[in-house]
Nanobody, 113 residues
Framework: QVQLVESGGGLVQAGGSLTLSCAASGSGITIMGWYRQAPRKQRELVATITRGSSTNYADSVKGRFTTSRDNAKNTVYLQMNSLKPEDTAVYYC?????????WGQGTQVTVSS
């Protein structure tokens, strides 16, 4: 069983930065990642990162967002720069492990124009 706890969301002006963190408890975690869901929209992939730190990003965030992880701490981060109003969403951390896929409770990010 894996539990994920996100932190770091909040309100920021357009052009600003935020860093999200996600601490995982449990073992056997392989890929970790971030998804987001804006009001009245489907949940979408933001970024993923393997244990070896290979990353993948949605086109909409490439060059602005960076994900990283600390395997010793079982923690993944999402550094978000040059934020835009369209980045406003609930951001969810996810992790794959032997038991399946797990999700955090989500953290709200609001970017004002």
């Amino acid at each position: 069983q894996v539990q994920l706890v996100e932190s770091g969301g909040g309100l920021v002006q357009a052009g600003g930065s935020l860093t999200l963190s996600c601490a995982a408890s449990g073992s056997g975690i392989t890929i970790m990642g971030w998804y987001r869901q804006a009001p009245r929209k489907q949940r979408e992939l933001v970024a993923t990162i393997t244990r070896g730190s290979s990353t993948n990003y949605a086109d909409s965030v490439k060059g602005r967002f960076t994900t990283s992880r600390d395997n010793a701490k079982n923690t993944v981060y999402l550094q978000m720069n040059s934020l835009k109003p369209e980045d406003t969403a609930v951001y969810y951390c996810t992790a794959n492990a032997r038991g399946g896929s797990y999700w955090g409770q989500g953290t709200q990010v609001t970017v004002s124009s």
